[in-house]
Structure formats: C-alpha cells, structure tokens
C-alpha cells in the first residue's frame, strides 16, 4: 500500500500538491480564506516530514517540542475554485533561538494564488519557548534561506 504524498523538493523549495475539495469552498465555489491556512500548515508539516521530522517524535523526545505560529502575513493574489490542482511551496528561514520563519506561496498552473510570511517559534510541552532539539535543526540545516 502506497502512503499519501510528502511532495517533493525543487532546490530548497518543498512543493506539496493540494486538490481543492467542495469542503475546502464557500457557497460560491470559491476556496474560503481560512482555507489557505490549513493549505500553508499542510505544506510545512509535510516539508518537515519529507525530511524525516515528524511531529509526533519530537514530542516524544527526551524534552518535547513542538511549534506555535506567532505571526502569520498572508497576501491573497487570486481566487482558488472547487477542483483546482495548487501547489504549496514552502522554504524555511534560518533558526535564531527558538525562532524560525517560512515563506509560503500558493500557486495554480504557476500562477500566484496567495503567499505568505510565517514566523514560528519552537515551544516545550509547557508552551514555553525553548531551543529547537537537533533533531530538527540538523535534518533542516541543508535547507534554509538565508
């Protein structure tokens, strides 16, 4: 049995196919704008995971970790329909501290759909901010934007 798509990286860029479903829709057809949200944290969870970094095993470690997004800015460029094919592409920033970043841009057939700027901070199980553990940091190293 073949698993879901973690999607595939492009350079440094993680691209992550996304089919617009009617659930995903206002009663116009049109994708509802908190949809992109989930769209966005779909694309940096399987970014994550395409590189061997699962959420569920950093709770698991010694000293768990886990994100919270504390700031998001997001552009919405053009409308997404019911049954559209869009690509979400992530890069992650470069970790200071407990802080990272990802920009994030939406696209139909190349064409812009939406972009966003996301700052994440890595938390401990007490919701506090805490250094990411190498277990993150090393497997994304190869991958961050200046």
Same mark, same amino acid.
């Given at each position: 049995?073949?698993?879901? !798509? !973690? ?7 993680? =691209?992550?196919?996304? %089919? =617009? ?8 057809? @049109?994708?509802?704008?908190? !949809?992109y949200l989930r769209f966005l944290e779909r ?8 590189i061997g970094v699962e959420h569920g095993g ?11 997004? *504390?700031? @998001?800015? &997001?552009?919405? %460029?053009?409308?997404? %329909? =019911? ?5 979400? $592409?992530?890069?992650?920033?470069? #970790?200071? !501290?407990? $802080? *990272?970043?990802?920009?994030? %841009?939406?696209? $139909?057939?190349?064409?812009? #759909? ?5 700052? &994440?901070v890595c938390i401990g199980i007490d919701g $506090? ?14 991958? @961050?934007?200046?």
């Amino acid at each position: 049995m073949v698993g879901p !798509s !973690s999607g595939h990286f492009v350079g440094r860029e993680h =691209v992550l196919p996304v %089919r =617009v479903y009617y659930e995903d829709t206002d009663f116009t057809g @049109l994708v509802y704008h908190a !949809s992109y949200l989930r769209f966005l944290e779909r694309g940096r969870t399987e970014f994550l995971r395409a590189i061997g970094v699962e959420h569920g095993g950093l709770l698991a470690l010694p000293q768990p970790a886990a994100f919270a997004v *504390t700031r @998001l800015e &997001i552009a919405y %460029r053009q409308a997404a %329909r =019911v049954d559209d094919a869009l690509e979400v $592409r992530t890069l992650y920033k470069r #970790i200071t !501290s407990a $802080r *990272t970043g990802a920009q994030q %841009r939406i696209l $139909r057939d190349g064409a812009l #759909i939406c972009e966003a700027q996301v700052e &994440i901070v890595c938390i401990g199980i007490d919701g $506090r901010p805490c250094r990411p553990p190498p277990e993150l940091t090393r497997p994304l190293a190869p991958y @961050l934007t200046p």
